[in-house]
């Protein structure tokens, strides 16, 4: 699977990249790999790593808000959950409560099973542009930190052994 989407992101450019956020990212409570896939595109340095970062971080963010109107809107899946899923989602419904806007960027910014934030913030009706903001903060600066450590890091070491 992670061969097959890497080959999208590969023929569609910085577009299979956007795509390929989105999707992997609205998958909810699916392990899917896009950060691999990212890790992936990358290295192969053919992408500023700004840009790069910019759009995996805009698509990760539309692809987020699909465990946020989860939660919003209800559904059967909601009702699906384990206890352990439910009392993991209570504790993110609070410390939003208490936390709010902190929580979530700090939750997007870092790698981390995001879906149970987005649905909490919808059960508890969080206002969602400024949920989608601060999602979109947090992952296009994790997705430009990302991909510029990868690109300069490439650098360094080629500049190290190959010189």
Not at 7 to 14: E, S, T
Not at 28 to 42: G, H, K, R, S, Y
Not at 132 to 161: D, S, T
């Amino acid at each position: 699977m992670e061969d097959l989407l890497f080959q999208f992101v590969l023929n569609y450019g910085l577009i299979g990249v956007f795509l390929a956020a989105i999707a992997l990212n609205a998958s909810v409570l699916l392990p899917l790999p896009f950060d691999i896939i990212f890790v992936a595109i990358a290295s192969l340095q053919i992408y500023n790593p700004l840009l790069l970062g910019i759009v995996a971080g805009i698509g990760a963010a539309i692809g987020e808000m699909t465990g946020y109107a989860l939660g919003y809107f209800g559904s059967k899946t909601i009702e699906k959950m384990t206890h352990a899923q439910m009392g993991r989602i209570n504790d993110f419904k609070n410390r939003i409560k208490n936390l709010g806007t902190i929580f979530i960027f700090l939750g997007a910014l870092i790698p981390f099973p995001f879906d149970f934030i987005g649905i909490a913030a919808g059960l508890i009706k969080f206002d969602w542009k400024r949920f989608f903001l601060c999602v979109l903060l947090g992952r296009v600066i994790r997705h430009i930190i990302i991909a510029c450590a990868i690109f300069y890091g490439l650098e360094a070491i080629k500049a190290v052994f190959l010189h």
